[in-house]
């Protein structure tokens, strides 16, 4: 594989060949690259994803290649994969389903010559991870874009819970409640379904505490819509292909980001006609 790897390196149109190789249901080939250092080496680090479909958490129909001309031992990929893992590909749903066909892989080509590095939590290292990170989370958003029958990514911002799984979780209510994801789809600015998708999380929450806000625009405040709320900002914001949501629960320090897409009348179709 490495072999392999290291042939295409210089070659951008045979990644996306590969990435292109690997689609089923997706619209789009998905690669993306970062050029970043290790001490005074320029390193590469590219990658390619495919996932459409039965996305979500830990577990999802998706597949995904990482590749680096970095020196760095398996434990030390192995780490920093595990690690930003959790922020990208387990932080993304597209229906709430998942499969058991999921598969994330880095390898290290070692032709860079570079500093030795100790650990993954090397100070030498701090660039490379920013730069895989950066690359990870792209791939994981792009496949939430190309969610099936998508028209909308959503970026869902929680701060304030309990603790970081308790944000997590309540973050993942929210992306894969099909009244949020269907209001999205009609561009309607209904901050109450977040609200209930909230409460639907079974994670510690105070309705008088809990503040939304949607595109920027503050909606809540001390439990109730702000006196000074004006929806037309939050639907002109609803018509853009990119929404963001943000919820800060005001209990404690946990958070999280999630990404997932709208819920559309052609995921009916394509589910309802698609046969694996």
């Not at 190309?146 to 308790?166: C, F, M, P, R, W």
């Not at 920027?216 to 990119?242: L, N, Q, W």
């Not at 943000?246 to 046969?275: E, K, M, S």
């Amino acid at each position: 594989m490495p072999a392999l790897i290291a042939k295409s390196e210089s070659t951008d149109s045979k990644w996306l060949a590969a990435a292109d190789a690997i689609r089923t249901t997706d619209t789009f080939a998905k690669a993306a690259s970062r050029q970043t250092n290790i001490g005074d080496t320029n390193i590469t680090i590219t990658g390619i994803a495919k996932g459409s479909g039965m996305i979500a958490p830990d577990m999802a129909t998706m597949l995904c290649f990482i590749a680096t001309d970095a020196d760095l031992p398996s434990a030390i990929l192995q780490d920093v994969l595990s690690r930003f893992t959790d922020q990208s590909f387990n932080a993304i749903t597209v229906d709430g389903d998942t499969s058991t066909s999921d598969t994330v892989i880095m390898v290290a080509t070692a032709s860079a010559k570079h500093p030795p590095v100790a650990s993954a939590h090397d100070d030498v290292l701090a660039d490379f991870c920013e730069a895989l990170k950066s690359l990870m989370v792209e791939l994981a958003t792009l496949i939430v874009r190309d969610g099936e029958g998508a028209t909308k990514l959503i970026q869902i911002n929680v701060s304030g819970a309990d603790h970081d799984a308790a944000a997590k979780r309540i973050g993942l209510t929210i992306g894969n409640s099909p009244l949020v994801k269907t209001a999205i789809a009609g561009e309607d600015a209904n901050w109450g379904r977040i609200v209930m998708a909230v409460g639907k999380s079974g994670e510690k929450a105070d309705r008088d505490r809990l503040e939304i806000a949607i595109g920027g625009v503050a909606i809540t405040r001390d439990g109730m819509c702000r006196p000074d709320y004006d929806e037309s900002m939050v639907t002109a914001h609803m018509k853009g292909d990119e929404i963001c949501i943000d919820v800060n629960l005001n209990i404690g320090a946990g958070q999280a980001t999630i990404w997932t897409c709208d819920l559309t009348q052609q995921y009916i179709i394509i589910n309802a006609d698609y046969r694996s």
